[in-house]
């Protein structure tokens, strides 16, 4: 590359947004699942290994002198949309709302269910204050 010319390293800058996201084979799997990649390789594990070895040396990753350029893994955009997306990651709140979805309520049905017995619930607690009122 020649020091004099600028560019804005589009591709480069995607692909070292690529390695930034992608560490092992459990990222690559995460990403497959929710539509993100289609591996076409033998396994997820090549997959974070082509990645990996695409990010290493490119010109984004190199040491830079200014905080910000026009390239993507400089650029303040970049910088935080990471921060948000780890501050996302590291909320548990959300985390444990997000499971609970996926494994309880991974059906119409099963939801259903659930506002069925909620209902029926509350209906009990009416029925003995109605009985038992307060006094």
Known sequence: MCPDVRYNYECCSFFTFLDS??????DVK??????????LLRN????ARLINDLGDDLPTKM????NYTNAVAYSKKYIGMKQEIEKHYKNKWKTWLAQAYNTHFDTPWSMIAFLAASLAFLTAIQTYFTIFPKE
């Not at 996201?21 to 459990?26: E, F, I, Q």
């Not at 997820?44 to 997959?47: A, G, P, R, V």
């Not at 040491?63 to 200014?66: D, E, G, Q, R, Y």
Request: charged fraction near 35%; proline fraction near 4%; hydrophobic fraction near 40%.
């Open 21 to 26: 996201l992608v560490d092992n084979a459990d």
């Open 44 to 47: 997820d594990e090549e997959l």
């Open 63 to 66: 040491p830079c002198s200014i």
């Open 30 to 39: 995460e990403l497959r699942l929710t539509g993100v990649f289609k591996n």
